[in-house]
């Protein structure tokens, strides 16, 4: 069984700094793709970043030059460097993956969630 186990959110004043950290475990043949998104009380949930299996970075225009995506592939885990946050980034945040595991399916995996929240 796959399960993608994200940590590291929680409270921060403005301008603070979280890093997020997205664990997959289980059987995992082949790992592609994975990301990180976010959704707001209200609001869709909405892309923020990605990162290929050979490193290939993509960023909205609302987190670019503030979040940084990394992966760790010997770990199977997926890292969000966020800094500079601002009110308006707190969201529950979810990390995603594309895996085949042993049955050799390729499907989207996707965190529990963790709450970020930024307020003074």
Do not use: H
């Not at 997205?22 to 990162?51: D, F, H």
């Not at 987190?63 to 969000?80: E, M, P």
């Not at 969201?91 to 709450?115: E, F, I, P």
């Amino acid at each position: 069984q796959v399960q993608l186990v994200e940590s590291g959110g929680g409270l921060v004043q403005p301008g603070g700094s979280l890093r997020l950290s997205c664990a997959a475990s289980g059987i995992i043949v082949n790992l592609y793709g994975m990301g990180w998104y976010r959704q707001a009380p209200g609001k869709q949930r909405e892309l923020l970043t990605t990162i290929t299996s050979g490193g290939t970075i993509n960023y909205v225009d609302s987190v670019k030059g503030r979040f940084t995506i990394s992966r760790d592939n010997a770990k199977n885990t997926v890292y969000l460097q966020m800094n500079s946050l601002k009110p308006e980034d707190t969201a529950v945040y979810y990390c995603n993956a594309d895996l085949r595991s042993n049955d050799l399916v390729r499907r989207t995996y996707w965190g529990q969630g963790t709450q970020v929240t930024v307020s003074s």
